[in-house]
């Protein structure tokens, strides 16, 4: 492999003696894993591999991005060492929490599996492209309880102040820990990226602090292994802000910060860093820091719930109950244009932000009927549904196509479609057709 400018003699005069190892790291191959989710029932996988020591539902290796397993989110595809990032996290159920750089979602999802669905979960991305395919993700993963904002830090924490007990900063980085795992990323580097990384990191946590209760949580990490994003990074913050860092505990080959890249600075040991030639993963890093002082997430404005025409409500009853025994609480329901949503509980107002999602999304209001939205084949447990229709490895593969499907019972209206037991799309039966709803985008 052959470094830019300027990388190798930067690490050969940090490492010494380790360098050696740490530059024939680059020369095997990257690690690959995924999740299994814990938002679903414990089936039958496709996809077994042995334990990441660090990530309570991680294994090794790779997923079939078209296996059933993937599509209906039961699997999340996530290099190991970025799993760690949401271990350290550890959100507990009915928490508020935001994910201040969160596309493609990696971690939302792996923070929404610790909620549970109870709480708030506020998953914000910068850019809108990337927005778009986090909102994807939180869809495929079946996650009720997540609001996608598009917003920059600072917009959020104008709307936002001291609102969270959890945050977590996955910060844009010069991205080294993934050279190994994509070459390419390489042309990208030299030290003036890496110095301007380090300069927007500390906007981002200036700004992701405001929105943190007293008391509260905040997680940074990098996938980068360069010391002014990492342990400077969180030195200058310990002293700068109003954070205090907490020890992280390290399983597994993960190590602490290293004193000697913060000028000695012993507080930095608390944080960790995942090396390449010393565990199984890419390259990482993480700090965990307390608020100062101590007060409840301030709930501010809650985000109004929308009112429905009666024929609205109708049409909303006869297509949701022809298809699901699941219900969401009218003082849930927002509508935006002619879609509906089912915000998360206690969603504050958003009124200046960008929203991609303001929850789970319901359906869309057509003349005369209601549509339900693809987003309930994944987000409800099939046995939730009235019409269940199994399919076959062939016809599986055929709907994500876009073709149309020919089944043995007879039937008319809105089906839940499985494979191997799993729900992956909505489809809408005329006699012993069905008709394809599987959304273009997603089409294979
Ligand atoms: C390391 S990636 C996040 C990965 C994600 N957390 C995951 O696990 O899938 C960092 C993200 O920060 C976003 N970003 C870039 N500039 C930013 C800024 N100034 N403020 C906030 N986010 C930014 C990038 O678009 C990118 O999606």
Known sequence: MTFPDGFEEKYRALLGNEADAFFASFAQPAQSGFRVSPLRPPLAMNENGPAIPWSPTGEYGKVDGNGIDHVSGYVYSQEPSAQFVAAVCAAT???????????????????????????????????????KILASNLERFGVQNAVVTNNAPAELAAQLPESFDLILVDAPCSGEGMFRKDPDAMQYWSPDLVAQCATRQ?????????????????VYSTCTFAPEEDEQLAFWAAQT???????????????????????????????????????????????KFIKDGDAPAQSGKRLAASKLTAPQQQDLRAGLTALTDATWPQSRLVLRRDQLFAMPEATPQLAGLHVVRPGLHLGTFKIHRFEPSHSLATALSPASFHQVIEVTEADYARYRHGETLTVPTSGRGWVLLTHQGKGFALGKQVDHVIKNAYPKGLRV
Request: hydrophobic share 45%.
């Open 93 to 131: 159920p009915g928490q508020r929490v935001l994910d201040l750089c969160a596309a493609p979602g990696g971690k939302t999802t792996q923070l929404a599996g610790q909620l549970q669905g109870a709480g708030l979960l506020v998953a914000n991305e910068i850019n809108a492209g990337r927005a």
């Open 202 to 218: 500390r906007e981002i946590v200036t700004e992701a602090v405001k929105m943190l209760r007293p008391g509260g949580t905040l």
């Open 241 to 287: 802000l109003p954070l205090t860092l907490q020890p992280i505990v390290k399983v597994g080959g993960i190590q602490d910060g290293r004193a000697a890249f913060a000028g000695g600075d012993e507080a930095v040991l608390a944080t960790a860093r995942l090396w390449p030639h010393a565990l199984a993963g890419e390259g990482h890093f993480v700090a």
